[in-house]
Structure formats: structure tokens, C-alpha cells
């Protein structure tokens, strides 16, 4: 890949989505649009102020869409792109191979520092 | 995914080859064994010492192999092991989603830090 900023295709994904929380919003979004606190419950263990961070960060890459729904109480939802869900399926194979190899990752990093 | 370390399989994938030189090391190997000199010049800039230290840390985590051949000079080779090469496979779709999308993301986060 010739690109001035990145060597490599993957680079890029994993700048956009490569931190601890994203694939895991990714993957609740991928089951449907959601809103705020119900994505929060979904993804677990993340505070507001980070979950918010990180869906700032995936709607200015263009994977998340941030849709507000006039009336009262007024509603937020997201959901992803287009761009978001190709990006997602593209994951999937990488996810199952982070299923498969879980155990043997964890246990050699373990007797690595033994 | 329940495990104590990791909420999601792409976590674990990232922790193993998520940083800058990993998938272009990956994808140089997945076309055959190298020698280290040979790797170095395909990967590109990088310095010697970050070279060793991403094979040392890929070997340990069961992606690549060090054979090291007897005779004079010694030969040593790294090669992909099966782990490694279904990681490998796994990433092509994460690399053609980056090359299709390198510049959207560059363009929208430079407009988002203008």
C-alpha cells in the first residue's frame, strides 16, 4: 500500500478501530441501532465520558452515524455506516481466529514472563 | 467472548499483531520463509533492534517460527507458522477494508482537527 501515512491496509483499521471498547461497540451496533445507555449496558465495564469519547471518535471516521429524533423526550440513537458495517463483517474472521487462539495467546505470554 | 483478559476475539488479535510493523511483517512472511537482512529490506524503514524485538514477540506468541539451519555461515530463517497463516488470512479483508477507506479517514480527521 502506498500511502504517506500508513504502510499497510490493516494499520488503518486498527487506527480506527483498535482500541479495547470499539470492536466490542461495533459489534452491539451491528445487531441493530442503539441508543446511548442501552449501548452502554451492552458493552459492559466502560464509563460514560469513555464511551462517549469513542463514539465521537468512530462517527468523525465515518463508522458511526449519531441520529437525534425530535419530540420530547428528545431520542439519540446510533447506528453504524455503510463503511461501518463492511468494516465490522471484515472483522469477523479476525474475531473468530482471537476466539480460537485465546487460550494459546494468554497461556504462552504467561510462561514467556514465568 | 467470556474470558477474564479479553471481551472480544478482535481485542486478542490486536494484542498479537497490532502495532505499526506487525501486519507488514505478516504479510511479507505469508509469502515465504525470510531470512532476517531479506525481511528487513522488504519491511522497510525499520531499525534493527524494533525488527528483533517484533519477531522475538511474535514467536512467542506461536505466529512465527525461528529455524536456525547448522553450517557455515549459520542460516537462520523465520517462517509463519499454522497460527500464523490463518491470522494472516484472517487480516485480508481488514487490509482491503483500510486500503478502500485510508482516505476517508485521513480526510475527515484532518477536517476533524481543523
Not at 22 to 29: A, Y
Request: net charge negative.
Amino acid at each position: 500500500m502506498d500511502h504517506p501515512d500508513y504502510d499497510c491496509g490493516v494499520n488503518v483499521a486498527f487506527d480506527v478501530v483498535g482500541t479495547k471498547w470499539k470492536p466490542t461497540i461495533l459489534w452491539c451496533l451491528s445487531q441493530g441501532a442503539r441508543r446511548f445507555a442501552a449501548l452502554r449496558r451492552e458493552v459492559g465495564a466502560i464509563s460514560e465520558k469513555v464511551l462517549a469519547q469513542q463514539l465521537r471518535e468512530l462517527e468523525r471516521d465515518g463508522i458511526v452515524t449519531r441520529t437525534v429524533h425530535e419530540g420530547f423526550p428528545l431520542r439519540v440513537e446510533y447506528t453504524l455506516t455503510e463503511r461501518g458495517t463492511r468494516l465490522d463483517a471484515a472483522l469477523t474472521a479476525v474475531a473468530e481466529w482471537g476466539e480460537q487462539n485465546v487460550d494459546h495467546v494468554v497461556a504462552a505470554r504467561a510462561s514467556a514472563h514465568a
